[in-house]
Each structure stands twice: as C-alpha cells, then as structure tokens.
C-alpha cells in the first residue's frame, strides 16, 4: 500500500477513505506543520495530501524526499503550491475543482447580502440590545436592480451570477477569456477590470490569487468604482491590497466590504476591526460537512488515480 503523509486532521468519514486506500500518516491533533516538519514526516511516502495551510514553496519542494510523487491539495486554489518549482522536480500537483462550487458560492452570496444589508452592524446591535425599530434605522443597500460584478466568472463565479441573477442583480463580469453565450447566460463582459469596477455597484471576486492577480484592488483600482460601491472577496486574500481599501472605506468611497479571505490568515489586517460596515467572515467558503468530505474523497482519488495511471484529471502543473 502507498504511504501517504495528510498534513491536516480531515473529517472522519475522510480519513476512513484514507485507510482504506493507503497506508497514510495522519495529523491526530491537527497541528500546523512547519515547512521543515512536512518534509522531515514525508520521508518514505509516495505522496502528501496538503492543505490551503500548507506553504510549499520552492525551498520546501526542493527538500521533499525524491520519493514523493503528487502533492494531492485539499481545496480548489493552490497559490500555496510552488507549481513549477513541483514540476521540476516531477512532482504532479492536485486540486479539487466542483466539488465545492455551491458551498462556496453561497458564501460569496452570504458576503454580497452581508455588506449590502449592514448585517455585521445588525448583528453587534441586536447583542448590545437597547435597539428601537425605525423608518430609518439601519438602512442598507438593497440588491434589486443593482449591478454586480464578477471578477473571475468560472465554476463559483457563475453559481454565484445563478443565485444573483434571482435577487434581481444585473451581472457583468472580466475574464481573461470571454465565455460561451451558454456560460455568459446575458451576462455583460467587460475586457478590463477599469471597465467592469466602473459598473460594479457590487464586485465579487473570484478570480484565483496568482502573481498577475495580486493587489488587484490596489490604491488606483479602487478609484475606478462608483462612489460607494460594495466590495467582497470570496477567493483569496492576496487580490487585495488590504491598505488601499481600508482607506476607500474610511473614506465612504466604498459603502462596506464583505470579506472571506484575507492576507496572512488568520492575522487580517486589524483595520476592518475598526470598520462597522465590514461583514467579515473566517474563510467559510467550503465549510460544509459535504463538501468538505466530497474535497477529502477527491483529492484522495486524485493520489491513487495518478499513482496507478501516471495521470489525473486534476492534475494543475
Ligand atoms: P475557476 O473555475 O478556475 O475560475 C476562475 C476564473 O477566474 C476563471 O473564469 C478565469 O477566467 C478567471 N481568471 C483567472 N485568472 C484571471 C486573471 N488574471 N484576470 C481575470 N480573471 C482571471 O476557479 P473556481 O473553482 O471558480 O475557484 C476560484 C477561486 O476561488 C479559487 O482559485 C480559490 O482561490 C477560491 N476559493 C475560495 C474558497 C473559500 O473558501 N473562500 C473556496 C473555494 C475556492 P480566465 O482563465 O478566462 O481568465
């Protein structure tokens, strides 16, 4: 049987599939490995199950026993993952597409109706108590009618235009490639990102963290919105240049934030504390217990498909 070395604690319904399928090295206390521990405990496996935790840079690649063979990741991105630096070294690098498109887009919806509905401010109000119903109290920004912009519209993206669309939202959208009618679904491409924020009432980004997507919403970006505009991010915190927005908010050039990801989690940057209209959330996106275990088998699938064929469907370097 391979052995396999699983980084993190998976649910238990996972690490029976584990069992079943490899010899594998579990994480029993779930504890968060230094780069040095993963490549002292993966001496003599055939492979490692990572997670978005887990930062396999160049140097820690580089220092991998030669017998390690796939780098199965436990999640959809893998901006944690040195992919060439993997491919040099003949190591195959997985990801687990899908599989978690719908939990994380009703998160990306929960970000949009958070931000717009003043929900962080409602919530801390209906703790505190003392709150009196008013015509004018706590009035946010309803959705109907309202553009949203989607900045990546793949598999979550497009979920997240299917729900929108139902809340009565006009979607327009940047990729770098413009979809087929049947994915665009009426929705408007844009071939910029000064052309989309300029008709985002409401941007949702889900475009993957990558060097050409880092700090996208930056000082001069965020100019390009309508004055208060609502920004969330349900992909990843290395898009935004947490500086830049936080002093857009403070600034009322943007309205509120609803954020899922952030930089250096799970230390965010503390000026969205200080923010009211910021609804933050402590990355829920695939949080769900069937998602979570349909990643688990997945990426588990992915480590014994290559391992018997050589190749595999999920296969990203
Ligand atoms: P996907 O299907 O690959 O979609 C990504 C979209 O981004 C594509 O439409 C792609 O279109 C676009 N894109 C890529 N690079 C771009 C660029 N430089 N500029 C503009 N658009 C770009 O991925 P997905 O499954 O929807 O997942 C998206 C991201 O969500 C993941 O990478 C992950 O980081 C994040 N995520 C977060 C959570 C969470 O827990 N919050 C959960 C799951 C996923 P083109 O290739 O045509 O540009």
Known sequence: MKKILITRKLIKESEDKATKTFDPIFNTNDELYSQSKVIQMSKGCDGILTSLTDKMDQETIN??????????????????????????????????????????????ILLILGAC???????????????????????????????????????????????????????????????????????????DIKSLFSVSDVLSICCPATKETENMINKETVEFFPKGAVITNVARGDIVDDEALIDALNRRKIYAVGLDVYKNEPNLNPGYFKIKSAFILP?????????????????????NEFLKTGNCKNKVN
């Open 283 to 303: 990355h829920l996106g695939s949080a769900t217990k069937d998602t979570r275990i349909a990643m688990a088998n997945l990426a588990i699938d992915n480590i």
């Open 117 to 191: 509905r003043r929900a962080a401010e409602g919530i801390e109000s209906a703790r505190e108590g003392g709150w009196k119903w008013s015509a004018d109290y706590l009035i946010g920004k309803q959705l109907t009618g309202t553009r949203l912009g989607i900045l990546g519209m793949g598999r979550i993206g497009q979920k997240i235009a299917k729900i929108a669309r139902s809340l009565g939202m006009i979607i327009h959208y940047h990729n770098r490639s413009k979809l087929s009618d049947e994915k665009e679904l009426g929705a408007v491409y844009h071939k």
């Open 63 to 108: 220092n991998l026993p030669d017998t390690i063979k796939i780098i199965s990741n436990f999640a959809v991105g893998f901006g944690n993952i040195d992919l060439e630096a993997a491919k040099k070294r003949g190591i195959a690098v997985t990801n687990t597409p899908e599989v978690l498109s719908d939990a994380t887009a009703e998160i990306g």
